[in-house]
């Protein structure tokens, strides 16, 4: 089966289609990515406000095994697997970023802009990784990366700054 362009019916077939479209971020008409990362900055408030630090890191970790899961299920139920609308890869790889940074408006948006300019632009070794791993790790892998990639620039700016 393959859906081009898959709708709230689709994303309620299965628990893991809700997940990977990131609670329907996904069905964005445009830059579906971008709304996944916007996504992921209300969902990460949130846990950080119900759970200690320890807490919100398994959180985090567990939610990769997980994407790797969720992703996979519905890039099958897709016919894609890194289809365009799977975007708890974005979410996860920004929550990692959120909480190594100062939860203040600044280093979040400079964070956000960073994640998704690596995000698209996929420098060496995120592009090698989005051409030749077409596996649901490969999907949740790519985005890890852009993640790294913000947070060194991150870190680079704020001991610049300091």
Known sequence: MSI?????????????HMIAL????????????TAGT???????????ALLPP?????????SL???VWACGVAGRHLGEIDHGSIVWDEIVAFWLVL???????????????????FDVWKPFPIGWLDRHIHTPLGVMLDDLLAAGYALAILEGGMRWLQ
Do not use: T
């Open 4 to 16: 081009l362009q898959p709708d709230w019916r689709f994303l309620r077939q299965h628990p893991a």
């Open 22 to 33: 990131g609670l329907g971020s996904g069905l964005s008409p445009v830059a579906p990515g």
């Open 38 to 48: 916007l996504m992921a900055v209300p969902l990460y408030a949130a846990l950080a």
């Open 54 to 62: 320890a807490g919100l890191w398994l959180v985090i970790a567990l």
């Open 65 to 67: 095994p997980f994407g």
């Open 99 to 117: 909480a190594c940074i100062p939860w203040r408006i600044a280093p979040v948006v400079a964070a956000f802009v960073l994640f998704r300019l």
